[in-house]
């Protein structure tokens, strides 16, 4: 009969003490998590059995996980509700519990975690776009593993999971450019997120391979997501190009609006193309091409790739691209031949 082995096995095996290894199958502090993930593996290898329950010794966390995003993420709520659903779907599939926390501004500025993961009560944690690259990288240090969504800048050591921003906007401009467009203007602000920057250098990838050039004063790269600004800044314009692309729906409404206080047919005399396929773009009239992202697949893979990493922490860092896919819609049509 085979011996039952026991914490003082796993500790010879790893030439450590008993007491290290009793910390790190009971979930006590006392070792790093590193160390801890190394005991569970040696003592799954060896047939360890913990306590009464024969299952694997890597199973036997908190059961909790952790979703954090900041206030402006959660007040999107067809972009923060159709994530959390998948990623609450998932950790449920596994008998897990899902803990959420606003991150807002005072807790960003000043570094203040979450108690669930301050105290590591958590297991893993997904953290839901943009907080700030400050914020998050406190987060990693806990060395809790941690997934991102909608987010990544160098540095920041974490799995992440994408949309492809610069192919989604070079297909949309593609579009523009099929319909007959060459004058076309950019909206957005590229400093808020590097998504909106990856949707300008897609922009611009498309402009550069069909050799049309970029006018500076179509590329409106500061923009701020109110309606008197659109409209003050979009109206000062000398002339209005034929197509506008806007980094996201919310932009893309107000650029809808503004164009019709401005007297511009959609889309006889102007183009519109916006980005997520939120329900702004279902709003307007006529309805607003856009690029859809498949935001339940985000969640799905997140919480996927959480699980995954949970049990893998030592292996390399993925960033996962998703595609985006263009929705045609009424917004967009052939340019005019007054503006040829």
Not at 53 to 64: F, R, V
Not at 100 to 113: A, G, V
Not at 275 to 302: E, H, K, V
Request: with cysteine; glycine share 6%; proline share 4%.
């Amino acid at each position: 009969m085979k011996n039952k082995v026991t914490m003082q096995d796993i500790a010879d095996q790893l030439n450590i003490s008993k007491n290290s290894v009793s910390q790190a199958l009971s979930g006590k502090s006392g070792v790093s998590e590193d160390t801890r993930q190394i005991i569970i593996e040696t003592a799954d290898k060896l047939g360890y059995v913990y306590g009464k329950q024969k299952k694997k010794l890597s199973t036997l966390y908190s059961g909790n996980i952790g979703l954090i995003a900041s206030e402006f993420a959660f007040s999107k709520k067809n972009f923060f509700g159709e994530i959390y659903l998948s990623i609450e779907k998932e950790t449920s599939k596994r008998g897990m519990q899902l803990h959420i926390q606003s991150i807002d501004q005072t807790m960003r500025d000043r570094h203040i975690l979450p108690p669930f993961i301050e105290n590591h009560s958590v297991d893993g944690i997904i953290v839901l776009s943009h907080i700030s690259s400050d914020y998050i990288q406190k987060v990693l240090e806990t060395e809790i593993p941690t997934v991102i969504i909608d987010h990544h800048e160098p540095g920041l050591q974490a799995d992440c999971i994408l949309t492809n921003n610069r192919f989604g906007a070079f297909e949309a401009i593609s579009h523009f450019i099929q319909l007959g467009h060459r004058d076309i203007g950019f909206i957005g602000n590229i400093d808020f997120s590097p998504s909106y920057y990856e949707r300008m250098e897609g922009f611009r990838l498309a402009m550069h391979l069909h050799s049309l050039p970029v006018k500076p004063e179509w590329m409106i790269t500061d923009a701020r997501e109110e309606l008197d600004y659109v409209t003050r800044t979009v109206g000062a314009l000398d002339r209005q190009p034929t197509a506008w692309f806007c980094v996201n729906d919310g932009l893309g409404f107000m650029v809808h609006s503004t164009m019709q206080q401005l007297g511009f047919s959609i889309p006889g005399d102007i183009s519109l193309c916006s980005y997520d396929n939120g329900q702004l773009s279902r709003m307007t009239t006529p309805l607003m091409t856009t690029m859809d992202i498949d935001l339940n697949r985000y969640g799905t893979l997140a919480a996927e790739r959480l699980f995954w990493r949970i049990e893998h922490r030592n292996e390399p860092y993925l960033e996962m691209l998703l595609p985006a896919t263009l929705i045609k819609r009424d917004s967009t049509a052939p340019v005019s031949a007054a503006a040829e």
